[in-house]
């Protein structure tokens, strides 16, 4: 069955330091799309990366990078140099084609605290 | 500006007391979703809409009714509201033939004493 796991429920750190988020996710299916999605104190989600299970490439995009890892059906998320404005709930996603992507399985989140 | 937009932000009710939260959105998007957020649970999705006049089950349905009358809305209806449907609810939306991202309304705190 499909599956999504955030092991880490909370993770705490100090300004600068980096910080990664592990997303290690379940599926039967060979073409999926994972998601990492971000939610600030405010409550809104906020998207940040969609990758295909075709595309095994690590992306970066400032600060943050994303491992994706089909042998280990991971998809890891790293901020670099932390900061404050990064504390928030972090949540993993998947979408499956044999759903016909009609449904986005979340993980249940990793909420990170940056303190100054 | 293209968005999604949930109302009410908050609501306090009370058991049995029917309610609705509107959510529309201004994108032309053929797929609209409900969600709920648990601690602990994420979100999980209740209904979801391919087009007008379309809907269908997602996980956590039970409680819930959904309509499709118009493409821009996706109400959802809470007939008879229990106190385990206390949650916070996202509407979300994108074009169908797709598997782009979802765009997300700002949420619905509901709490059912």
């Known amino acids: 069955a499909q599956k999504v796991t955030q092991a880490q429920t909370e993770i705490s750190v100090v300004e600068k330091e980096d910080v990664t988020l592990d997303c290690v996710y379940e599926?039967?299916?060979?073409?999926?799309?994972l998601f990492w999605y971000k939610q600030p104190p405010s409550g809104e989600l906020v998207f940040l990366i969609r990758?295909?299970?075709?595309?095994?490439q690590n992306e970066i995009s400032g600060r943050y990078s994303w491992n994706f890892q089909k042998s280990t059906s991971s998809f890891n998320f790293t901020i670099t140099a932390s900061q404050v404005v990064d504390s928030a709930v972090y949540f993993c996603?998947?979408?499956?084609?044999?759903?016909?992507?009609?449904?986005?399985?979340f993980g249940a989140g990793t909420r990170l605290a940056v303190h100054p | 500006e293209a968005q999604v937009t949930q109302n009410p932000r908050y609501l306090i009710t009370v058991t049995g007391k029917k309610l609705t939260v509107t959510c529309s959105q201004n994108?032309?998007?053929?797929?609209m979703s409900w969600y709920r957020q648990d601690p602990g649970l994420g979100l999980r999705q209740i209904y979801y809409?391919?087009?007008?006049?379309?809907?269908d089950k997602g996980d956590v349905p039970e409680g819930y009714k959904v309509s499709r009358k118009e493409k821009r809305n996706f109400p959802l209806i809470l007939e008879s509201p229990s106190p385990n449907q206390t949650s916070l609810y996202f509407c979300?939306?994108?074009?169908?033939?797709?598997?782009?991202?979802?765009?997300f309304g700002s949420g619905t705190q509901l709490s059912v004493l």
């Open positions: 979300a939306s994108r074009r169908h033939s797709t598997n782009e991202k979802l765009f």
């Open positions: 599926t039967r299916d060979t073409t999926y799309y």
């Open positions: 990758r295909n299970s075709f595309d095994e």
């Open positions: 996603a998947l979408s499956e084609a044999e759903g016909g992507y009609n449904k986005l399985i």
């Open positions: 994108m032309n998007h053929e797929y």
């Open positions: 809409s391919m087009n007008v006049e379309v809907t």
